[in-house]
């Protein structure tokens, strides 16, 4: 699940979201926002069963992969577009 809250200026909090146990293990959010790099931007357990992880980003189109535990890499059904290189979103100006 992706949840996106405009903030002051052009800039946009983008919240990455799975369900507590599926799947197991660890799971980072991995994109071109982050160099694809693993362990950087790690989804953390919530009281309420989900796992999140919060950025800030530009306007601009972002593509992304959550890679689990095992290299297990998942698309988000959320994404605005899914093409052979994972998920992708699209942050506005407005």
Not at 23 to 28: D, L, N, T, W
Request: proline residues 5%; contains cysteine; glycine residues 12%.
């Amino acid at each position: 699940m992706i949840k996106r809250s405009k903030l002051f200026g052009s800039k946009t909090r983008v919240t990455f979201s799975l369900p507590k146990d599926a799947p197991v293990g660890q799971v980072s959010v991995v994109g071109c926002f982050n160099d694809w790099e693993p362990g950087r931007h790690e989804l953390q357990p919530r009281r309420d069963g989900t796992r999140t992880v919060t950025l800030t980003l530009d306007p601009g189109e972002y593509t992304f992969r959550y890679l689990a535990t095992g290299g297990v890499w998942l698309d988000d059904e959320q994404a605005d577009r899914i093409d052979g290189q994972g998920g992708r979103i699209v942050l506005d100006r407005r």
